[in-house]
């Protein structure tokens, strides 16, 4: 179960990363004093300004056709997926929605370290063991952890306080 769980974790992740969404910042915009001291930073430092990279959502969806539809109607279309991959990814301008048939149970917020809303390469960004580390520092343990040990690509994952899980994934 673990393993599969795994595995659509990643697959999710992989797909929406490659179509990106609005990059997310959880800090307020920088003065331009704190913008000078930004650009002297170590990309893989985590810091008050905490890059997360890109923004998906993933939706966990009892029909296919009906919530592309639904959607569909809202102005959104088809980006990626097929209904024999049970997914869809659904796109409005810079939104985007994953609706997900079979493949977990509850909505997932995903952030893309180190990519933007376009899937390119950012320059400046926290790496996910760093990330998981401060979260880590902070009393947040993770539900899946990213190995430590390595480097580039990784991935974890946090419940917030009302059972909302966030997919930390780097593809970088």
């Known amino acids: 179960m673990e393993q599969n769980r795994r595995k659509w974790l990643t697959r999710i992740g992989v797909t929406l990363a490659g179509i990106g969404l609005a990059k997310f910042k959880l800090a307020a915009s920088p003065t331009q004093g704190s913008q000078q001291e930004e650009s002297k930073r170590v990309p893989n430092q985590v810091a008050d300004g905490m890059k997360l990279g890109a923004f998906s959502v993933s939706l966990n969806v009892k029909n296919l056709q009906a919530s592309k539809q639904f959607y569909e109607h809202l102005g959104f279309t ?80 946090v419940v917030d306080p009302d059972g909302n899980q966030i997919l930390i994934d780097q593809h970088v």
């Open 78 to 157: 088809a980006f990626a997926g097929a209904p024999e991959q049970n997914y869809f990814i659904m796109k409005n301008g810079n939104a985007l929605i994953g609706l997900f048939h079979g493949m977990f149970e509850k909505t997932i917020l995903t952030f893309n370290p180190g990519w933007d809303e376009n899937a390119q390469k950012v320059e400046k960004y926290n790496d996910v063991r760093n990330i998981q580390r401060h979260l880590k520092s902070k009393g947040i343990k993770p539900v899946s952890e990213a190995d430590e040990k390595t480097s580039g690509p990784g991935s974890l994952m």
